[in-house]
């Protein structure tokens, strides 16, 4: 995948699957942008990737955070060809034991947060003739009990996603989203605490294993390469096959 001078802003950049886009990113020509809450590991990521990359520290939940991190981009390269909204947090509670608390931040994060970062960046993906890369999850279509809050959350990044590919295509910007299955990291963890579920996602999955952030990462890479120019609004599920 050609990303030669490809900038890219990366949300939740400094762990799993945003470390591994980054990487992917940064391996095949591009600069990255990673950011997150926490400075530590996405001082890790920049270290490990060098000149290539820098981070900013933000908060998808907080307001105002989206305009500054955008900002820093434009002052940093004066340009962004891709944003990935990858970041996000996940909530495995049935709906009768999750707080309004818990709900809220679901939505502010991976709903809201997604929603303005992409809208303070609109103008500079435009100059760019950029595109967006949303991740969503596998369990935005089939069901995954106790995940309720979370999997409406990624149901809206996916609709999201077509409705700014229309918004956005006139302007010549891209719009598409990758919904990976499960993926070995941070986020996965207490899912994968129990064998039996892990048991049961490698059978229903046709390619036989769970993924790691690097499956994913190529999927990401090629909705934002000039080799997806002709796509837009699309879901790309890396599961591995898990909802076939
Ligand atoms: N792992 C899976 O099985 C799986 C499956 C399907 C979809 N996904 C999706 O893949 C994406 C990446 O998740 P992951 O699996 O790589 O898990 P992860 O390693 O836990 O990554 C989540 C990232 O989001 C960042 N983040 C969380 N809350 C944030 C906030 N309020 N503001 C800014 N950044 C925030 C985290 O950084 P800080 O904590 O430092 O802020 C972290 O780097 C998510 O959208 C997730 O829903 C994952």
Known sequence: ???????????????????????????????????????????????????????????????????????????????????????????????????????????????????????????????SKGAVVNLSSVVAQGVLPGSIAYAGSKAAVEQITRCLAAELGPQGVRVNCVAPGLTATEMSTALRADPASVDQVIQDTPLGRIADPADVAPSVAYLASKEAAWVTGQILQASGGLLL
């Not at 509670?93 to 960046?121: H, K, M, Y």
């Open 1 to 127: 995948m050609d990303l030669e001078g490809n900038v890219a802003l990366i949300t939740g950049g400094g762990t799993g699957i945003g470390r591994g886009v980054a990487e992917y990113w940064v391996a095949h020509g591009g600069r990255v942008v990673v950011c997150g809450r926490r400075e530590a590991p996405l001082q890790e990521v920049c270290e490990a990737l060098g000149d290539a990359a820098s981070h900013v520290c933000m908060d998808l939940a907080r307001r105002g955070d989206a305009e500054r991190t955008a900002e820093v981009v434009r002052e940093r390269h004066g340009r962004l060809d891709t944003l990935v909204n990858n970041g996000g947090t996940f909530l495995l509670s049935p709906l009768v034991d999750s707080s309004d608390d818990a709900i809220e931040q679901v939505f502010r994060v991976n709903v809201i947060g997604l929603l303005a970062l992409t809208r303070a960046c609109v103008p500079l993906l435009i100059q």
